[in-house]
Structures are given as C-alpha cells and as structure tokens.
C-alpha cells in the first residue's frame, strides 16, 4: 500500500468516516466520486487518482494536503500534523498571541503551527510508494496557498457597520478566536456555514434565500454567474433577483405603468431611471443601472432566448415619460421584438369590460428545476417583495390567467403596438401644430 492510501486510511478511521460518507462529501464541492472508487483509493489501487480528487478529500477530510500526499512533515510543524485545519488554526491565533504579548512580530504560516511546506521542501527524494510526480505536487502546494478571493467580506464589513456591531462584537457571536472576523472580511479566511449564518443573523440578514446566496458565494458555487462582481455592493434584493431570474425559463411579466424591463430600449431605460429619482439623480446610479439591464437582455433576451410573456397596460405604452421621440423608439423596438418566437405580447386596453388586478405590477419567475418553486416579485418604492409559498403564489397565478384573457392575444401583437404608435405619432403632429399656432 503506497503512502497516500495508508494516510487516506487513517484519516478516515480517526474521522470515523465509511467510505460512501466521504464520497458524498468530495461529491459537494463539484467532483464525481463513487464508494467503490473511495475503497480503491484506500487500498491503493489506482496509481494516479489526480490532483483535483486528491484536493477535495484533504479539503473535506480537513487535513493538509502536503499530509494526505505523504510528505514529511516540516520540522515545525511535526508535533500537530494529526490535528485538524481548525484545530491548527486555533493553536496558531493562540501563538500569535503570546508572541503579541512578548512583543514579538507575528508569526508567519512556514514558521508557525499551521505551517505548509514550501516548493523547496518537496524534493526528488519521495518515497518511491508516491503516486504523484515531483512538479505535480509543487504545483499542487503553491496552489494551495493562494489567498483566496474576497467574495463576501466587504459586503460583511458592511454590513455589521451597518448593524453597529464591532469587530468584538461579531466575533463573541461565533465564537472566534481575536483576530478571525478580520480574516472573513479581508477574504483570508472563508467562514463556515454555521458561522455565516450566525454573522447574517446578527447583522439582520435572516431572509433564507439571502442567506443560501452568501453561502454559495463563500464557497466559490457563485463564481461562473455574471453578476457575481456586483454582489459586493448592490443591494441584496436585487442580487436575488438576478439570480432567480437568471435560472428561469420563462419570465411573465404584468406592467401597469411601465414597459417590462427584459423589453426596454435603452433610451427609455434611461429616462425612466432619470424620472425615478427626480430631481436629486445621481449620475453614476443611472449608469450603473442602465448598464446592469443591458447585460441582463444580452443575456438572457438575445443569447439564451429565454421565453417572455408580457402583459402590458395600454397607458404604459401612451406615457410618454422622456418625451415622443424616445417613446416611439419604445414602440417600434417593442414592434419588433414580437416578432421574436420567444417573445409574446398583450396590451390590456383601457376601456370597460377589462381585468385589472388589485396591487399593479408583478413578475413571475418559472424554474425549470422542480425543487426550486415559482416565485413573484412584486416592485415597492425601496425593496422589491418576494412571494414563495403555494396560497400567495396561486393567487398571483389565477390572476395572471385572468390578464392574458383578458388583453389583446399575441397573435394581434404587431397590430396593436402599430395602432399605438400611430396615436403617439398623431399626438406629436397635433402638438406641433398647437406650438406653430402660438407662435403665431
């Protein structure tokens, strides 16, 4: 049995870990691994399992992995080589400590109790039992002690500020040791779940789905979305929003007042932004959320095609909020995305004889994953509100059903949205006329 294996067996024994547990365990952090293949490894079978396996079992077995791959130990470190990463971690804020106490510098990671050997310190001179070539575990161990990134720490910092909790504050609630919420906040030290909870919790975080988002994005789950650079500062509302939206396969839209935002031009997103926070808008604000939109319909409107069902009211289409000339081009850049096979438009005309739901707006999100339930988002003036459970969400259905008997059918679409834009284009002749009549 190589060196490698033996360790594998031994920390699974001193873990107490059956060889199925562990594989559902590597199986979390993305990598396929099957009981019988967990067996093989302990018994040595195959001789080159892959670095990447190798990461994930020394990450959930909570050992080191210069340890797992049957390294010696570095001298300093010998004493602690069978603790675990929390427990060397502990003993390492409890030593640095002292040395602050004696006056001493910090200690660094080589020369402390949770030190990691350096590229230098793995040579040619492996046991031949090893299943890994030299380079490959250099390369491994310098991978291994990069910072990670600091995906949630600003967004924490703000918000215990925020809270008005201190740094000693925050830590008494989990628990820490002195030193280890500046860590989380840096992005040195990625938190537990339960100490991610506990810290969310305290700070006033306590939606779920919030919470499920800063866990994913700790773990890294989060880092191929696109909108994970905006998680930092962007309110937390929208952040879920994106993301819901992101994973759904079909977006219903009902606008009382407005054009749904997946259908906007750019010059009304604009204007409509400008018009929300007259007189005091704030340039940066405007860009940031014209942008963040834009990236959105690329996405999902233009590259995923994902399916659109709107429902628009009349008056929507006759504001003209940033003037004719922009609510036109509204017009015809609705005219033309109904002729999209994705895209399905109905006008709720004014009038009698016409459904109008109480309450105005509301977005359904379909998910094709059937354990992530339909979701409506209905606007409020400072956070969006979220709606899950079956009762609300079966009213919300039954009235969204009512809408599309209620509008103008899809079929009609192009018709429609013509005839609309002739009434605005009549209204601007007409007001053209009133203006050369008083200038007269």
């Known amino acids: 049995m190589n060196v490698f294996a033996a360790r594998l067996e031994e920390i699974m024994r001193r873990r107490n870990l059956k060889d199925a547990q562990v594989a559902a365990l590597v199986e979390q952090t993305g990598l396929t691994m099957t009981r019988q293949y967990v067996t093989q490894l302990r018994t040595g079978v195959p001789k080159d399992p892959g670095i990447a396996r190798v990461k994930a079992l020394a990450q959930v077995l909570d050992v080191p992995l210069w340890w797992l791959l049957g390294d010696p130990d570095p001298a300093e470190a010998a004493p602690f080589a069978a603790l675990s990463n929390e ?65 949630i720490g600003a967004r924490l910092r703000s918000l ?81 929003f994106m993301e819901m939206e992101d994973s759904s396969e079909r977006i219903s839209y009902y606008s009382s007042s407005e054009i749904p935002f997946l259908l906007q031009h750019p010059d009304y997103t604009r204007v409509l932004r400008l018009a929300a926070h007259h007189p005091d808008a ?39 909020v940033g003037g004719t000339d922009v609510q036109l081009r509204q017009l015809d850049h609705l005219i033309a995305l109904a002729t999209q096979p994705h895209i399905s438009i109905q006008v ?43 009762a609300h969400m079966a009213e919300y259905t039954m009235a969204w059903a009512r809408l599309t008997l209620s509008a103008t059918q899809p079929d009609q679409a192009i018709r429609v949205l013509t005839q609309a834009r002739a009434i605005v284009a009549q209204g601007r002749a007409r007001s053209e006329e009133l203006t050369d009549v008083s200038n007269v």
Request: proline share 8%.
């Open 160 to 240: 215990r500020k925020t809270a008005g909790l201190s740094v000693a504050e925050a830590e008494l609630v989990i628990g820490g040791e002195p030193g280890m919420l500046d860590q989380i906040e840096s992005g040195t030290l990625v938190p537990t779940t339960a100490m991610l909870t506990l810290l969310l919790s305290s700070y006033g975080v306590t939606n779920p789905y919030y919470q499920t988002l800063f866990v994913s994005a700790a773990q890294g789950r989060l880092d191929n979305r696109w909108w994970l650079p905006y998680f930092q500062t962007l309110p937390l509302w929208v952040v879920a």
């Open 282 to 320: 704030a340039t940066a604000q405007i860009e940031l959320g014209t942008r963040l939109l834009r990236e959105r319909q690329e996405r999902l409107v233009e590259r995923r095609k994902v399916r659109i069902w709107a429902v628009i009211q009349e008056s929507a289409l006759l504001d003209a």
């Open 87 to 151: 427990s060397r971690q502990a003993l390492a804020a409890v030593l640095d400590l002292a040395r602050r106490a004696d006056r001493l510098a910090p200690v660094g990671r080589s020369s402390g109790v949770d030190s990691t050997p350096t590229a230098d310190s793995v040579t040619a001179d492996a046991p031949p039992s090893h299943p890994y070539p030299v380079e490959v575990v250099r390369q491994a161990l310098s991978s291994s002690q990069d910072m990670p990134p600091n995906r």
């Open 348 to 390: 709720n005309l004014s009038g009698p004889d016409r459904y109008r739901p109480r309450g105005g707006s509301f977005t359904l999100l379909r998910r094709p994953d059937p354990d992530m339930p339909d979701v409506a988002w209905i606007p409020h003036l400072s956070e969006d509100l979220v709606i899950s459970d079956s």
